[in-house]
């Protein structure tokens, strides 16, 4: 008797639903994507009880001829693609032609469309019952398509049963809605559930100018998410060389590449301070199609760096252009995860991106340093403690500006024996530099030396998004400060006022209040520092161990750790060969300590492989470092004179990424007159 058979093409229809059609949103995910292919200009969907009992999709796109309406319906028939070559290069968001008869076997399924050209007004109607053909009709409608999907799953009561609630399921919906929505701006979306409006979003102008395509998509995140929360545009480019197969030391199961790709990636990030418990609002795409790769993920908290607190996930939108014929989109059934070709050097490009973004945000355009520039020496131990501390006797008198201010930005004295309206000197730092305004007095020309971000939605937790008019101004010069570009709170002046709890340190700007944690300050002062003597080859410091241990490791991890002792070294980890797959422990860098010799070499090996290979010494010891610099920094509690504060504040200006400490934690937190009057009732 023979066991094996053929199944019947109804069965085969519902294994295949079962692969591509987890749950409803993957109906909705399937037939929107059909109608972006089909450019549609306007899409609309419809849901009730979680898209249980209904799913509608009508858009306007180009439709389908008679013909073409019944043979969508034969699985793997598709007008994407035609040879198998051309999956190597999948410029659509749908290919396999498997989602309609897998869908149409799992339901009650209802294909309505119209040729967009068609001289006919007549158009196709067709009815389908769990795999099965009831009726077709030509009925007149508009042009565009329109797709019923009801009572999902009604023939698989199994499946059925494993759906969750209808929130839900809902929310799995209206979360790819979302993820189409912003990848497809120029697309009105309309989403209705259970008879109710949830949204309903225009067209957006879009060009192939950046700018036109950032400011569409900001505007489609507000819509989104509500808020205005402050995000760094990116835009970012290169060329990955092609692949050099003369080196075989490091194997790579990448196919070869024969030619160089072109990259680039835009969208917006987070600024330091905004960020998720949760990747939730991580919203990543290659060539506009929503993905998954955990190799993009880890690539962005490697591009955040010191910027984010342990335990957080940075946000973002960002979209990765890239040769379709560089990634496989053909590696999941519901088309969730890519792979990369070339995944190493995709993964370093988007870190570098973001690092960049970032940099030139907190320096103002210049993160690259120019020959003839020199930084000045940061100081490697606490600030030189004066005999007079902040708070207890300091002379009333007026300080000046902080060190290295340009000239236009230094304060004019004050004259204290001057009556005046303004508010009088501060005991205890700098006396207000503001001028009153008279209403005929034109306003000052813009002062050298500030510099204005060419970014109008950046922002920090040192930055405010609107710049308060100054008490006295005219109100021509608080209309002119509102327009202006928020700028970077290290670029603007700031007058000393105090320190409180001897460890927060109050200073005044023109914006607000301004709070500055000494300890965080200085603990990024020595992290770069101590970083900047590391990229120059320094050696860092380490301690032997009284007792040597040796490591055995699995066949894999030695040779990948082979290939990392001399970086390793520099770093102050003393780790050499002691057989084929065993090492010897030797030496640390000092607060280190490694109770479990084999334990702590694991998770040395497991973090090298996780910043991948072409990241610098400097890198991979910065948790070292990290531990290092926060023994050495400033405590609560340390007195600082004046003095010493201003050093302080001017050695953090020089800083690559001065807004956080090296554990992401914030060194400046700012708050605006705005903010300031809405909390005392004055503003609403």
Same mark, same amino acid.
């Given at each position: 008797?023979?066991?094996?058979?053929?199944?019947?093409?109804?069965?085969?229809?519902?294994?295949?639903?079962?692969?591509?059609?987890?749950?409803?949103?993957?109906?909705?995910?399937?037939?929107?994507?059909?109608?972006?292919?089909?450019?549609?200009?306007?899409?609309?969907?419809?849901?009730?009880?979680?898209?249980?009992?209904?799913?509608?999709?009508?858009?306007?796109?180009?439709?389908?001829?008679?013909?073409?309406?019944?043979?969508?319906?034969?699985?793997?028939?598709?007008?994407?693609?035609?040879?198998?070559?051309?999956?190597?290069?999948?410029?659509?968001?749908? @290919?396999?032609?498997?989602?309609? !008869?897998?869908?149409?076997?799992?339901?009650?399924?209802?294909?309505?469309?119209?040729?967009?050209?068609?001289?006919?007004?007549?158009?196709?109607?067709?009815?389908?019952?769990?795999?099965?053909?009831?009726?077709?009709?030509?009925?007149?409608?508009?042009?565009?398509?329109?797709?019923?999907?009801?009572?999902?799953?009604?023939?698989? !009561?199994?499946?059925?049963? @494993?759906?969750?609630?209808?929130?839900?399921?809902?929310?799995?919906?209206?979360?790819?809605?979302?993820?189409?929505?912003?990848?497809?701006?120029?697309?009105?979306?309309?989403?209705?559930?259970?008879?109710?409006?949830?949204?309903?979003?225009?067209?957006?102008?879009?060009?192939?100018?950046?700018?036109?395509?950032?400011?569409a998509l900001r505007e489609r995140l507000r819509a989104l998410s509500g808020d205005d929360r402050r995000l760094l545009p990116v835009d970012f480019s290169a060329e990955i060389a092609a692949a050099d197969q003369s080196d075989e030391s490091i194997p790579s199961p990448d196919p070869p590449s024969s030619s160089d790709s072109s990259l680039r990636l835009w969208g917006f990030i987070g600024a330091p301070g905004v960020s998720r418990s949760t990747r939730e609002d991580q919203h990543i795409f290659v060539n506009r199609r929503p993905i998954e790769n955990r190799g993009l993920n880890f690539a962005l908290l490697e591009g955040y760096h010191t910027a984010l607190m342990k335990g957080r996930y940075p946000v973002c939108c960002l979209f990765l252009e890239i040769d379709p014929a560089a990634v496989d989109v053909n590696i999941h059934p519901a088309k969730r995860e890519v792979k990369f070709h070339r995944e190493r050097e995709v993964r370093g490009f988007v870190a570098q991106a973001v690092r960049q973004t970032l940099l030139e945000f907190h320096s103002g355009e210049s993160a690259r340093s120019k020959p003839g520039d020199q930084r000045p020496d940061v100081r490697g131990q606490k600030p030189e403690i004066g005999r007079k501390v902040l708070g207890q006797s300091l002379p009333s008198t007026a300080q000046g500006a902080l060190p290295n201010f340009p000239p236009a930005l230094k304060p004019p004295p004050v004259e204290l024996s001057k009556p005046s309206v303004e508010q009088p000197s501060l005991r205890m730092g700098f006396g207000i530099t503001r001028r009153s305004q008279s209403a005929g007095e034109p306003p000052a020309a813009p002062q050298p030396g500030?510099?204005?971000?060419?970014?109008?939605?950046?922002?920090?937790?040192?930055?405010?998004?609107?710049?308060?008019?100054?008490?006295?101004?005219?109100?021509?010069?608080?209309?002119?400060?509102?327009?202006?570009?928020?700028?970077?709170?290290?670029?603007?002046?700031?007058?000393?006022?105090?320190?409180?709890?001897?460890?927060?340190?109050?200073?005044?700007?023109?914006?607000?209040?301004?709070?500055?944690?000494?300890?965080?300050?200085?603990?990024?002062?020595?992290?770069?520092?101590?970083?900047?003597?590391?990229?120059?080859?320094?050696?860092?410091?380490?301690?032997?161990?009284?007792?040597?241990?040796?490591?055995?490791?699995?066949?894999?991890?030695?040779?990948?750790?082979?290939?990392?002792?001399?970086?390793?070294?520099?770093?102050?980890?003393?780790?050499?060969? @002691?057989?084929?797959?065993?090492?010897?422990?030797?030496?640390?860098?000092?607060?280190?300590?490694?109770?479990?010799?084999?334990? @702590?070499?694991l998770e040395l090996v497991d973090e090298l492989k996780a910043v991948g290979q072409e990241v610098n010494s400097a890198r991979l010891g910065e948790h070292t470092v990290a531990k290092t610099v926060c023994r050495h920094a400033v405590k609560a509690n340390d007195p600082l004179a004046g003095r010493e504060l201003e050093n302080l504040v001017e050695d953090l200006r020089h800083c690559a990424m001065p807004y956080t400490c090296p554990h992401g934690r914030p060194t400046l937190i700012e708050m605006n007159f705005r903010e300031l009057e809405k909390k005392f009732g004055r503003t609403q």
């Open positions: 008797m023979n066991r094996i058979r053929l199944l019947s093409e109804q069965v085969a229809n519902q294994i295949a639903a079962g692969e591509v059609i987890e749950r409803p949103a993957s109906v909705v995910k399937e037939l929107v994507e059909n109608s972006l292919d089909a450019q549609a200009a306007r899409v609309t969907v419809e849901i009730q009880a979680g898209g249980r009992s209904l799913i509608r999709v009508i858009d306007d796109g180009t439709g389908m001829s008679r013909d073409d309406a019944l043979l969508c319906l034969e699985r793997h028939a598709t007008s994407k693609i035609e040879r198998a070559e051309d999956l190597a290069a999948v410029a659509t968001m749908g @290919f396999r032609g498997e989602a309609l !008869p897998s869908i149409a076997s799992v339901s009650r399924f209802t294909l309505t469309t119209r040729e967009r050209d068609a001289e006919s007004p007549e158009g196709t109607q067709i009815v389908i019952s769990g795999g099965k053909i009831l009726e077709v009709r030509a009925p007149r409608i508009a042009s565009g398509t329109t797709l019923e999907v009801r009572q999902l799953f009604f023939n698989l !009561p199994a499946r059925r049963k @494993f759906l969750r609630t209808e929130e839900t399921e809902s929310a799995h919906i209206q979360h790819y809605l979302t993820l189409a929505a912003l990848a497809f701006p120029e697309v009105a979306f309309t989403f209705q559930k259970d008879g109710r409006l949830v949204w309903q979003l225009p067209a957006l102008k879009t060009s192939p100018d950046l700018s036109a395509r950032l400011a500030f510099t204005e971000p060419e970014r109008g939605d950046a922002g920090a937790p040192a930055l405010s998004h609107h710049v308060a008019p100054v008490r006295g101004s005219s109100a021509a010069e608080a209309g002119r400060s509102a327009s202006f570009e928020p700028v970077p709170l290290l670029k603007v002046p700031l007058r000393l006022v105090g320190v409180i709890g001897r460890l927060y340190v109050v200073l005044e700007s023109d914006r607000g209040l301004v709070l500055l944690d000494q300890h965080a300050a200085h603990e990024r002062i020595l992290f770069e520092q101590m970083l900047n003597r590391l990229e120059q080859n320094h050696q860092a410091p380490s301690q032997r161990l009284l007792l040597p241990e040796t490591v055995e490791l699995s066949a894999r991890d030695a040779n990948f750790l082979r290939g990392q002792l001399s970086t390793l070294t520099r770093l102050g980890v003393g780790l050499s060969e @002691f057989g084929e797959r065993t090492f010897l422990l030797d030496a640390l860098p000092p607060f280190v300590k490694a109770a479990d010799a084999r334990r @702590f070499v």
